[in-house]
């Protein structure tokens, strides 16, 4: 099954006219009363979008997306607002929230909006392993074939590589091959990609 959507919202209509909604469409729901209470929750880490209205008392959704942002949870978020409260979602928007819905909010708008948060999120967790698995697999390799995975993703050919680091051009061929070998690599463009995931570097980087 399908990971749920969590609706915060403090007025009990709003949630089960959500609910009726979200339901009817397919997908599972799970609603709570409060911020804090989501945040107290384990439902975070397993659910697949937030909906949450900006005015909530004790915390409201500005400050519940700012509080994921702090613990780095990859949850995509939708701010439902009040027309006086546009400058507040605008803000959330900044903090990392997806969209913002207007009351009262038209149903296929919401929907659209939920549909494109789930697509972004799914990047989002699919940007997020690759990146580990990127991390993990140049964790093995050696200094000097990490010196070599720099130079290849900084665009420079073997026979820099070599003068560079004071080595002769079949060596750094052998550190090539290993570097693939251990990331698993079926071509540059993957040693690329994946240097790359992992924050290692640019095309653009230059040695001197």
Known sequence: MADPILIVDDDADVRDSLRALLESAGFEVRDFDSA???????????????????????MDGLALQEELVRRRVGLPVIIVTGHGDVPLAVRAMKAGAVDFIEKPFDDELLLESIKRALTLGRESRGQASLAHTAAARIAVLTERERQVLERLIAGQPNKVIAFELDISPRTVEIHRAHVMEKMQ?????????LALAAGLGSPSKTYG
């Open 36 to 58: 804090r209470r989501v945040l107290e929750d384990d439902a975070l880490a397993q659910g697949a979008c937030l909906i949450a209205d900006i005015r909530m008392p004790d």
């Open 185 to 193: 690599a079926k071509s540059l463009s993957d040693v690329v990609r």
